[in-house]
């Protein structure tokens, strides 16, 4: 049963891909923005999906491989419902962005080196710059930037994020 439930899913998956790649159309130029909408869609690259994707495009699987390891944007790992990213650029670094690292592991309850909340709710990341400078320290939540961080903030900031979750 349990086999059959997972092959159901699976093809539901793979029409889903069917319709982002009609949409996309099957160049091989199409690629980019088929493995942006499927990010987008699971909020990773599935491995099986990676290889659907190659012989739908009819493109060597090491291509499509390629370009979704290649790009900080894609992700082989799924991730949580919430993408928390930390920016680690060097103006963010001397306001602080480590202690706001440290809170947001301490809210969410993530060890050091682990990267998504067992429960998949949260993950977190850091990034080079967010191209906020004059925000600094700023952490993004899934797409919504959030500037001149504190500690204190950030809770607050996922307090609220649960808050509109509980609605
Ligand atoms: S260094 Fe953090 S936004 Fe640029």
């Not at 982002?20 to 199409?30: F, P």
């Not at 419902?81 to 602080?96: L, P, S």
């Amino acid at each position: 049963m349990a086999q059959a439930v997972a092959t159901e899913s699976t093809e539901r998956s793979f029409q889903r891909v069917l319709q982002i790649i009609e949409e996309c159309g099957t160049k091989e130029s199409a690629l980019i923005p088929i493995l942006q909408k499927v990010q987008d869609e699971y909020r990773y690259l599935p491995q099986e999906i990676l290889a659907f994707i190659a012989t739908a495009l009819d493109v060597p699987p090491a291509t499509v491989f390629g370009v979704a390891t290649f790009y900080a944007q894609f992700s082989l790992e799924p991730k949580g419902k919430y993408i928390i990213r930390v920016c680690d650029g060097t103006a963010c670094h001397v306001r602080g962005n480590k202690t706001i690292i440290d809170a947001i592991r301490n809210k969410v309850g993530l060890k050091e080196g682990q990267k998504t909340t067992k429960d998949m709710r949260y993950t977190l990341e850091t990034v080079s710059c967010l191209g906020a400078c004059g925000l600094a320290p700023a952490v993004v939540i899934n797409d919504k930037i959030f500037g001149h961080m504190t500690p204190d903030k950030v809770v607050s900031a996922i307090d609220d994020l649960e808050k509109e979750v509980a609605k």
